[in-house]
């Protein structure tokens, strides 16, 4: 029989090497060295989209944003420049620094100015929404194959983002999920059914409602507060359209931008968060200051 202080023993080893394993992933994060062409810029220039060559061990060539810590390596970058970079990812955060210009023969890439520009473009030409505005009610499939419509959630608080289950960026879809699995926490407790999660993928031929249900036991088994769904095309070119959510296939990814939505129970916008800078106590607070107590 194993005696109680030997399990301790292996109990506390245990910890220790979860520990040591989770320091080694933020001190030394996984790098790469890179090469692409600028693509484009974020409208906050913290970011710079790249159409890089393959990353060997990572990903496949493809057009992405990356995230910038020093903004100034930007400031004399312009579309089409060929560039190296190195690429430093961990399980919860990607970025890019040693931007430097390389010759134009050494990167075997295409620029990808008129395709990039002329997508955000469109996307621009739309009517975007402001807080205060009426959301447009659209029908969407969730995890369990069902359809939802979006005045399914009027007189409660419905929070929207939107994402795709393939995403690579530790800091781009997976961040707006685990922000969202933080902030579940806090809301369940709170507020209960008055506050409903919504991820929305754009990714409307891969993220099925078995794929997305897989995805969403990742993060959250509470499909009852929070719900995964992708719809027709011209359904979420709709929504992602009103709210300036632009997305480009890339070779089996996307190129696209960051946004969150939160819809008061009126069905109007109350606040949307761009990109990837806020945190889920900014999602609750906003809330709290519509949602009605469970």
């Known amino acids: 029989m194993i005696s109680k202080p030997f399990i301790r023993i292996i109990g506390f080893v245990f910890?220790?090497?979860?520990g040591l394993y989770i320091y080694h992933d933020v001190a030394s994060p996984r790098i790469f060295e890179v090469k692409g062409r600028v693509a484009g810029f974020s409208t906050d220039r913290n970011s710079v989209i790249i159409s890089h060559e393959d990353i060997p061990g990572y990903m496949k060539a493809m057009t992405m944003p990356f995230s910038v810590r020093d903004t100034s390596l930007l400031s004399n970058l312009k579309v089409g420049d060929p560039v190296g970079f190195t690429l430093h990812v961990t399980t919860?955060?990607?970025?890019?620094?040693?931007?430097?210009?390389?010759p134009d023969s050494a990167v075997h890439v295409a620029s990808s100015e008129n395709s990039m520009m002329e997508h955000m473009a469109k996307a621009g030409d739309h009517k975007q929404l402001h807080d205060g505005d009426l959301v447009p009610d659209v029908s969407l499939t969730n995890q369990d194959g069902k359809e939802i419509n979006i005045s399914d959630f009027r007189n409660k608080v419905l929070v929207v983002t939107f994402f795709y289950t393939s995403c690579p960026l530790p800091n781009y879809c997976p961040l707006m999920s685990n922000n969202f699995k933080e902030a579940e926490k806090t809301l369940v407790k709170a507020y209960g059914d008055n506050v409903h999660l919504l991820s929305i993928s754009f990714d409307t031929r891969k993220?099925?409602?078995?794929?997305?249900?897989?995805?969403?036991?990742?993060?959250?088994?509470?499909?009852?507060?929070?719900?995964?769904?992708?719809?027709?095309?011209k359904e979420i070119g709709e929504l992602t359209s009103a709210f300036g959510v632009f997305f480009q296939p890339s070779k089996g990814r996307f190129t696209h931008n960051l946004r969150t939505v939160v819809i008061g129970p009126d069905?109007?916008?109350?606040?949307?968060?761009?990109?990837?800078?806020?945190?889920?106590?900014?999602?609750?607070?906003?809330?709290?200051?519509?949602?009605?107590?469970?």
């Open 15 to 18: 910890l220790v090497l979860v």
């Open 92 to 102: 919860k955060d990607a970025w890019i620094t040693d931007i430097h210009d390389v």
């Open 267 to 294: 069905g109007r916008v109350r606040k949307i968060f761009p990109g990837n800078g806020w945190k889920p106590d900014d999602l609750v607070r906003e809330i709290a200051a519509v949602a009605t107590p469970s």
């Open 207 to 233: 993220d099925t409602p078995k794929v997305l249900k897989e995805y969403g036991q990742k993060y959250s088994a509470q499909f009852k507060y929070w719900s995964f769904a992708s719809g027709s095309d």
